[in-house]
């Protein structure tokens, strides 16, 4: 018995022990004539089908199949999809995540396609043609479409507080007192005993309605739609340079100043406190229900805003700051090619046509995103009206040219990591901004 | 043996009955080694390959896109002075406790009272459904019910009067949250394990201690506490083993957060591998990890004499 269950017990502990440890991931192979297109938004699929098959009538002999896994799944696919040289022919890339393809040489430059099909890269908006081009001065791929910041509000809300949704385009913001932006963000936070937040007798303990939603998810270091559109309008910027920095300015008095305002509008009962937003429901979902005056967010989440049952929302433009510009983080997505793909020709041809303002104006129709050539995004435009979305507040930033670039660079992952639990930290009270300066030099170890 | 002392007493019985038992395990061998195969084949490729391959790759430094590069023990020395490596596994030390400390009490008493109280099968059926849901729909449910501002259970506390609780969100209660939630899916099967030890247990031991008159609390001390050691004892290493694997709880809910306040460590040995791409570092980290849980389990059979049992 002893021995037996002495026996029970390792062998019992083995397998789950290295349980977590081991991974697999086997797709079958690709047949001849058959290009793979890996995306992570389930939304978008019915117009990419839409591009695949007028493509495939263009093309007879080659078959598109598309394959979509959730953003959480995706790059863990890509990658064990790379070292097991099934990666699919074709996929949607992110900034984050194509620096480190491209230096390993999992991708295809695609410099010498572009060229020879003629395409030029200065119909898009500034910028956005740029960060496809590696370190090595190579492109890897051609802007398909691109999300700002904006703020949704709660119409009703507003109309409660008495504000006229017009003066939204005209706020200005500051980290001293915040300016006009949290003059608003006061008085559309309503406590329990309908006290607003800029009244005397406000009990910001019992707070009913806050002004401003903080998000669920962690920024990180980037805060893209948390508050880089604040940091970025003080004149700060993430790095030395970008895209490719190699030193992170986390440290400036600037950026740890609009931190510590923001961490502010928690004290002051304006904003919910971390553990509340953290504690389970999505801040579109509490602002859909009520919860939340204002909440800033991106383009992409217009959907999900715009879809709650009686909710009147709309959108306004990020804040005029220090700076005297509106600041937003501009980024897009491009399609990739797989080094390892068995028709290369094939791929680039996907791409090409996934590029095409025929297959981006398909892609506008589904009024999803904002798609990166001029003539499709005046469709998607269009099509957004249609369904009741002003998303002029969306491009304002790109036409005053208040537009920054994601950050780029090596170590995202790490930083990720590093920066994460610091912001954590600050915002729950368990750390002064000025933390972040240590939080700055283990980022920048990273790149020596 | 038998074969020394078999000239000298042949026995006209014996001897064909041998053979016949050795012709057959011949016989016996080759199916049964093809029932094996299924069970093996998937134990070489799921466990003990991966196993092996993850010993080797926690000496080296690998990406996933290059190949693996040696490094010898040095991943094992970042580990020792990874500071998040030792807060996650104080974090995971702190589930763990309450996690098994909560649990074996709640499913030793139902248990007991299913044993003692009642024979209905509804009853067992019931106890068992938080079981049948899958781990990632109960953390997903209990998140929105604990939800600060529109969840139910808040929305209960404040119809008493209560402040409302943010229970995933706070750093002080998020882990405590996680290891009740599973509790509440895994008592009834834990207490389903225990029960099938207390049906081990003779009646006739009961109706003794019945007729000296002993009252039941006594009964549970004296008999079915000591009598049940042996099966209690195996449900907790098992329990405990799983409690310490953690994971998806925290992957669908507060991701590690907030701060590093529920970064469990298999939570920290996914971020390593499968979001930093640092595999090396993770299989020492994994390689660690078994070292510990094989000690955990090995103390806990030594320390509670598993295969001893009071039953003679």
């Known amino acids: 018995m002893k021995k037996t269950l002495r026996l029970a017990a390792a062998a019992a502990l083995l397998p789950l022990a290295v349980g977590a440890c081991g991974s697999g ?153 915040g300016g006009t932006y949290e003059d608003l963000i006061a008085h559309l936070t309503v406590d329990a005993n309908g006290v607003r937040g800029d009244e005397p007798g406000f009990d910001k303990s019992k707070v009913e309605v806050y002004g401003l939603g903080l998000d669920e998810n962690n920024g990180a270091g980037v805060g893209q739609q948390i508050w880089s559109m604040y940091a970025l309008s003080t004149g700060w910027q993430f790095t030395d340079e970008n895209p490719w920095g190699s030193e992170f300015q986390y440290d400036d008095p600037r950026f740890q100043a609009t931190i510590a305002w923001f961490k502010g509008l928690i004290d002051k009962g304006y904003m919910p406190d971390l553990a509340t937003s953290r504690a389970g429901v999505s801040v579109n979902d509490a602002f859909g229900a009520g919860k939340y005056a204002l909440s800033t967010n991106g ?142 030099e283990q980022v920048n170890a990273l790149f020596q | 043996m038998s074969v020394a002392v078999a000239p000298q007493q042949p026995s006209a019985t014996e001897r064909p009955a041998a053979r016949l038992r050795a012709g057959r395990s011949r016989q016996d061998l080759v199916p049964a080694l093809l029932f094996l195969l299924p069970a093996a084949f998937g134990f070489v490729t799921f466990y003990a390959w991966p196993a092996l391959r993850t010993f080797y790759l926690s000496f080296t430094d690998y990406s996933l896109l290059a190949p693996p590069e040696w490094v010898g023990v040095q991943n094992y020395a970042e580990v020792l002075g990874d500071r998040r490596f030792w807060k996650s596994l104080t974090v995971t030390l702190e589930y763990v406790v309450i996690n098994i400390g909560v649990q074996t009490v709640v499913a030793l008493a139902l248990a007991v009272l299913m044993h003692r109280l009642t024979k209905s099968t509804l009853i067992r059926g019931v106890l068992l459904l938080p079981y049948l849901v899958a781990n990632v729909v109960v953390a997903l449910v209990w998140y929105t019910m604990l939800d600060a501002q529109l969840g139910i259970v808040n929305s209960g506390l404040e119809l008493v009067g209560l402040d409302p609780v943010a229970f995933f969100g706070e750093t002080s209660t998020a882990i405590p949250t996680i290891a009740l939630v599973n509790v509440w899916r895994h008592m009834g099967y834990t207490a389903l394990l225990i029960f099938a030890g207390l049906q081990s247990i003779p009646s006739s031991v009961y109706e003794a201690a019945a007729i000296d008159g002993a009252s039941e609390w006594r009964i549970f001390w004296r008999i079915t506490m000591p009598l049940l050691r042996p099966v209690l004892v195996l449900v907790l290493v098992l329990t405990v083993i799983g409690s310490f694997q953690i994971f998806d709880t925290v992957a669908v809910t507060t991701k590690g957060g907030p701060i590093d306040s529920t970064r469990v460590i298999y939570y920290y040995i996914y971020e390593k591998a499968f979001q930093q791409f640092d595999f090396g570092y993770a299989a020492a980290l994994c390689v660690v990890l078994f070292v510990i849980l094989a000690g955990v389990a090995l103390a806990q059979v030594k320390i509670l004499r598993a295969g001893d049992s009071d039953l003679d």
Not at chain 1, 350 to 376: G, I, N, R, T
Not at chain 1, 429 to 438: F, Q, V
């Open chain 1, 25 to 177: 991931d086997a797709r079958s192979g690709q047949a001849d004539g058959e290009l793979t297109y890996w995306l992570w938004d389930s939304n978008q699929v019915p117009a990419y089908q839409a591009c695949a098959t007028a493509f495939e009538a263009e093309n007879p002999g080659t078959k598109i199949k598309i394959e979509q896994f959730g953003w959480a799944d995706y790059w863990n696919k890509i990658t064990t999809g790379l070292v097991a040289g099934n990666a699919p022919d074709v996929f949607v890339n992110h900034l984050n995540y194509y620096p480190t393809f491209a230096a390993k040489n999992q991708i295809l430059p695609i410099d010498e396609q572009v060229e020879e099909a003629g395409i030029s890269t200065d119909v898009y908006p500034e910028g956005l043609a740029d960060v496809w081009v590696s370190q090595d001065g190579k492109r890897y791929g051609l802007p398909k479409d691109f999300d700002t910041i904006g703020i949704f509000y709660n119409k009703d809300l507003l109309a409660e507080a008495g504000v006229d949704e017009s003066t939204l385009a005209d706020l200005t913001w500051n980290p001293e007192d």
């Open chain 1, 299 to 440: 383009s992409w989440m217009i959907g999900s805003y715009f879809g709650y049952d009686g909710v009147d929302v709309g959108v306004a433009p990020v804040p005029v700051g220090p700076s005297g510009e509106r600041a937003t983080i501009f980024n897009g997505v491009a399609d990739s090619i797989y080094a390892g793909t068995d028709d290369k020709e094939g791929a680039w041809k996907w791409v090409e046509h996934l590029a095409s303002a025929d297959c981006q104006k398909k892609v506008a129709e589904a009024a999803v995103v904002f798609p990166s050539l001029p003539e499709a995004l005046e469709v998607a435009e269009e099509e957004f009206a249609a369904k009741g979305v002003d998303v002029s507040a969306f491009t304002l930033p790109i036409e005053e040219g208040a537009t920054h670039l994601y950050p780029i660079t090596d170590h995202a992952p790490e930083i990720a990591a590093i920066m994460g639990p610091a912001m954590d930290a600050v915002l729950a009270g368990e750390a002064d901004a000025s933390s972040l300066t240590e939080a700055n």
